[in-house]
């Protein structure tokens, strides 16, 4: 490979799968290309898993501009490594099934007896404890829940020391006397940078509230999730300080949530009070996924609220962190997210009102901004008190 310019780096990838399930994904996020880059070898690769059906491999370039150019692509395949494991590897390994087989929502479908021996059996020969990432990669993808996944130590640590990267909120006001707030996916967990992203949003909140006389627009349709709590320390003006929605466990446990959470919450100010009872329409899609469908819970079955858009990813379950002992974490499904009146999602979470996306007939055309601002207006009657 060889790149020009690439910003946020170029990597090959490869992916097996199951029929129209992914089992396994390896981008080479840890070990990128960037800028500019004489010709290097790289490599990826993954167990094959018996019951796969399809192979698929490229090139991926990142955000950020640039270009990378590849020679020689190819697929090789090789039979398994044998032998034993070096004991670091075992360690990392045993360690990632205790915490799945514990602490899994869905540990219980799972058929140990199958799933153990086919993930060590992946990990025999692991000589250092990156062996043993595809095999725990397998273990998550055996529990079909579809949002539990692994960090390399490098993600790990950005995980948890992230956050100034984040854009800010998009808090402005519309024409038609409605504020708007544009709610990114919010990644990383350093608690400074989530309480100061939370101020901003508070800021912006204030700057715009004069000019918002009919209500919110609270746009959740890029949210693809990540950390859920600084996203809703920003919106605590409009959301209040009452239980928001709880997580589900297997064992029955109820685990009730509010928006102060102390590691990210930040209080408002005193003149943003009112906002409580603000009018709110929310918007979601098919992007809004995992902690942004927990904001969208959030809003359900709050007064003067009401949803517009498409059905969101289908994520709405709950994940927590684990760490494993080379510095490697899982993010484990272990709940399924309900909102304030108990209500349990955890797949799809359909609008009050669908809108139909379609092709925008002009630049700035958007049916389901549109929809949310006429019901605002309607709503709060602020067009008839200003006649």
Request: hydrophobic share 40%; net charge neutral; glycine share 12%.
């Amino acid at each position: 490979m060889q790149t020009a310019g690439a910003k946020g780096g170029a990597t090959l990838w490869l992916r097996v799968d199951r029929n129209a399930d992914m089992l396994l994904l390896e981008n080479g996020m840890d070990n990128p290309l960037l800028g500019d880059s004489a010709w290097t070898r790289r490599v990826v690769s993954l167990p094959v898993a018996a019951d796969a059906t399809s192979l698929a491999f490229g090139v991926l370039l990142q955000p950020g501009g640039g270009s990378v150019t590849v020679r020689n692509l190819r697929l090789d395949g090789a039979p398994a490594p044998a032998g034993a494991i070096a004991p670091d590897a075992a360690e990392v390994l045993e360690a990632a099934i205790s915490i799945v087989k514990t602490n899994a929502l869905r540990a219980d479908t799972v058929d140990w007896a199958a799933v153990e021996p086919e993930v060590r059996g992946l990990a025999a020969g692991a000589g250092q404890s990156s062996d043993v990432y595809p095999a725990i990669q397998t273990l998550l993808s055996r529990l079909n829940d579809r949002h539990s996944y692994f960090m390399r130590p490098a993600a790990a640590s950005k995980f948890k020391s992230g956050g100034t990267e984040n854009p800010p909120a998009d808090v402005r006001s519309l024409p038609e006397g409605v504020g708007y707030i544009g709610v990114p996916a919010y990644g990383g967990g350093d608690p400074e940078a989530g309480r100061a992203y939370a101020t901003r949003a508070h800021e912006a909140l204030a700057a715009v509230r004069s000019s918002a006389g009919c209500g919110w627009v609270v746009d959740l349709r890029t949210n693809g999730g990540g950390n859920m709590w600084p996203m809703i320390a920003g919106l605590t003006p409009l959301l209040g300080s009452g239980v928001l929605g709880s997580f589900e466990g297997r064992d029955g446990k109820s685990d009730k949530w509010t928006a102060a959470d102390p590691r990210f919450a930040v209080a408002p100010p005193p003149a943003l009070n009112d906002l409580q009872s603000a009018w709110v329409a929310v918007l979601t899609g098919p992007q809004t996924g995992s902690s942004g469908e927990f904001v969208a819970i959030a809003f359900r079955s709050r007064p003067r609220t009401r949803s517009f858009g498409l059905p969101t990813a289908g994520l709405s379950t709950s994940n927590d962190t684990f760490p494993l002992p080379d510095g490697s974490m899982i993010a484990l499904t272990t709940a399924v997210g309900a909102d304030r009146t108990g209500k349990r999602y955890g797949g799809q979470i359909e609008p009050d009102e669908i809108v139909e996306a379609g092709k925008p007939a002009w630049p700035g055309d958007d049916a389901t901004l549109a929809a949310a601002v006429r019901w605002l207006k309607q709503a709060s009657r602020c067009g008839a008190a200003t006649r």
